[in-house]
């Protein structure tokens, strides 16, 4: 079975600009989670989406939004880019059937933003 | 809110050594589950352990176990015979165990080296 996929991997972008990142969840798979991750803070959770519906969010500015389609794919939407934006971005998915259940980590999109 | 720390920012040991990672958690839940993911140069997040809380054993893969200390809030990571291929960060990981609760709170991670 395929794991989570994303893409791109690497992006540069300059400040003011807005981003889009994409992620393929493992098959059968309908939890999406995204995570910021940087030296400083290290790995934060940014949202996750079930079924379409973001259930779940992180302390973060609204600049950074989210959505989730039928097919459980999800994106993530980065706008007015600030250096600060500049991380590794990682998403996540699980199957999960109503509890809790084991992420599994994409390789993850490298955002510079200059 | 629950934080987790891991409390070494560095190992090293020696191929074929035992090694043991440490991380706390607070926590005012009782029902929750525990992970511990390694993250190669590579950066992908792997999966190494996972641990619920309302199980008493210890769990084990391979040569990956933990020591799960509920009381005391402690879950360790010992690596026996380690590899080359284990040199990664290691991130210890919360999630607490409700409808709907899939959000992880990392630790800062534990960077371990093994050396030939």
Redesign the interface.
Known sequence: KAGVTQTPRYLIKTRGQQVTLSCSPISGHR?V?W?QQTPGQ??Q?LF?Y?SETQ??K?NFPGRFSGRQFSNSRSEMNVSTLELGDSA?Y?C?S?F?R???????????T?LTVL | AQTVTQSQPEMSVQEAETVTLSCTYDTSENNY?L?W?KQPP??????VI?QEAYKQQNATENRFSVNFQKAAKSFSLKISDSQLGDTAMY?CAF???????????????TRLTINP
């Open positions: 939890s989670s995570y290290g790995l959770f996750e079930f259930r779940n992180g590794l990682l996540a699980s999960t109503g509890y809790t259940d084991t992420q599994y980590f994409g390789p993850g490298r | 589950y992970f993911y590579s950066r992908q997040m792997i999966l996972r991130f999630m607490k165990e409700y409808q709907g609760a899939q959000k992880l709170v990392f630790g800062q991670g």
